[in-house]
């Protein structure tokens, strides 16, 4: 029931910067693991970073030193902050989690319906 919902997709000039933010549709118990992930058309899904509850993350080479990815736990929010943009960088991204919902306290893995970020040269 509980769902994923991203947000902050868009168009953007080589260069520039975009956050993305997901969230839960509704309230949950908690979160764990939370990551980003990207798919270009004809691509296969890749990881581009993610981050433990503890605050821990990991980052794709690629995007190393231009993406950010943080959360806030009160809000159950993930972020990623991609700064330097590339048009390589164009994808679908879409954000994963593991979710700890309230009734029964079953963990549920589930994917955001994606948003897109178009980088232009």
């Known amino acids: 029931q509980v769902q994923l919902v991203e947000s902050g997709g868009g168009l953007v000039q080589a260069g520039g910067s975009l956050r993305l933010s997901c969230a839960p549709s509704g309230s949950v118990f908690r979160i764990n693991d939370m990551g980003w992930y990207r798919q270009a058309p004809g691509k296969q899904r890749e990881l581009v970073a993610t981050?433990?509850?503890?605050?821990?993350?990991n980052y794709a080479e690629s995007v190393k030193g231009r993406f950010t990815i943080s959360r806030d736990n009160a809000k159950n929010t993930v972020y990623l902050q991609m700064n330097s943009l590339k048009p390589e960088d164009t994808a679908v991204y879409y954000c994963n989690a593991n979710i700890i919902v309230l009734v029964g306290y079953k963990t549920l893995e589930r994917w955001g319906q994606g948003t897109l970020v178009t980088v232009s040269s």
């Open positions: 981050i433990t509850s503890g605050g821990s993350t």
